[in-house]
């Protein structure tokens, strides 16, 4: 288990021959009513397990949302395999079979909840990882291969001629006009698990000058750049160049936190998410 096979890479590209963009979004955010109200067309869903990312009843609601949104052929990953799971081989297969049904899509849209440890990280703000702590979290899921993930960060969209930053660009226009009018950057760290930590790992972070913290986005961002190397002997297009647009939504900024709490904070948003979603894709620059 873990990263696919090339009989069942060429098994998906047979049954799901289409070019999708790629969209990450927390389980409690894949609000079908939310996201069809913003625009998104379902055509079918199709569950984790039917791909063998199997290990528990928790994930059996977990499905691959196929549809178009403004015209735009896209595969939604209505929740994902998290850091916190200790599955590492699922991990990896999940992003490989995301990246397999996207197709030779170059764009993916990765929105994970975070919780906020600087005050300018409130509940309800969209933060912009301008970079990312993770030494010291044991990566298995890589198999032993160093990928930086940092890199994707980075990326300046050199298309056209142009060479402004049109990740900051794109997620701004979207916030234009909505209750959230402005995107914060922020230092985000990787923990473990999905608990936010108490008071006095708050205070730990606090004095290293991070912004936010979550078992998401930086496991996503390295094993989006570890399948590229790996798939690229299958037939893949060696100059494939995913393009990432990742922000992170606080959903906690307390020192005592409940992870039923933050759960159901999710939820109340997931409006939010579709609405901000939906103007990202219908953008004329993305």
């Not at 291969?145 to 990326?155: A, F, P, T, Y």
Request: proline share 4%; with cysteine; charged share 25%.
């Amino acid at each position: 288990m873990g990263r696919l096979q090339k009989e069942e890479l060429q098994r998906i590209f047979a049954d799901h021959d289409t070019d999708r963009i790629g969209v990450i979004l927390d389980q409690e955010w894949a609000d079908p009513e939310a996201l069809k109200a913003s625009g998104f067309k379902a055509i079918k869903s199709t569950c984790f397990t039917e791909f063998g990312i199997d290990f528990g009843q928790a994930y059996d609601s977990h499905k691959f949302m196929f549809g178009t949104w403004h015209g735009k052929q896209v595969i939604i990953s209505q929740g994902r395999v998290c850091l916190g799971e200790n599955q590492p081989s699922m991990l990896r297969r999940w992003m490989s079979v995301l990246i397999a049904l996207m197709g030779n899509s170059r764009r993916i849209v990765i929105m994970g909840s975070a919780s906020g440890i600087s005050t300018d990280a409130e509940v309800g703000t969209f933060v912009l990882p301008r970079g990312l702590i993770s030494a010291h979290i044991p990566q298995p899921y890589l198999c032993g291969v160093g990928v930086k993930s940092e890199h994707l960060l980075w990326d300046y969209h050199e298309e056209s001629g142009q060479s402004e930053r049109w990740r900051e660009y794109i997620f701004s226009e979207a916030l234009s006009g909505t209750p959230h009018d402005t995107i914060t950057n922020g230092l985000h760290m990787l923990i473990p698990g999905p608990g936010y930590g108490g008071v006095c790992e708050r205070q730990l972070w606090q004095s290293q000058n991070v912004d936010t913290v979550s078992c998401s986005l930086d496991p996503e961002l390295r094993l989006i750049a570890l399948e590229r190397m790996d798939n690229d002997p299958y037939g893949h297009n060696p100059e494939k160049d995913i393009r990432v647009f990742a922000t992170l939504y606080v959903t906690d900024d307390q020192d005592d936190p409940k992870q039923r709490l933050t759960a159901e904070q999710a939820e109340t948003r997931s409006n939010d998410i579709a609405e901000f979603l939906s103007k990202v894709l219908s953008s004329s620059h993305f």
